[in-house]
């Protein structure tokens, strides 16, 4: 919320006009910690959890995501990005 409601007030204050280089500046600094920790946020989340699962639960898990059984980097799931899901599994090219 906090990355949505900073690049809302950047956009407010470009509409705005009268805009200091400081204000702008200070502004996208905002919009890029809240985008920062967001991003963050996301990951460790994925490190956190399998520790807290049972086998059976991370294995229902990557079924429901489609992953399948057997590689990896023998299908991209729906909704994956296929030459970043390769890269991050370390498929051959």
């Known amino acids: 919320m906090r990355f949505i409601e900073a690049e809302a007030a950047i956009e407010a204050a470009l509409r705005a006009g009268n805009l200091e280089q400081e204000q702008l500046r200070a502004l996208i600094e905002t919009s890029a910690a809240a ?53 991050h599994n370390g498929c051959e090219d």
């Open 35 to 87: 985008r920062a920790e967001l991003r963050y946020i996301h990951p460790v989340r994925h490190l956190e959890t399998p520790p807290l699962l049972s086998p059976e639960q991370i294995a229902h898990y990557n079924e429901l995501r489609g992953y399948g059984a057997g590689s990896p980097c023998d299908a991209v799931p729906d909704g994956h990005d296929s030459a970043m899901w390769r890269r």
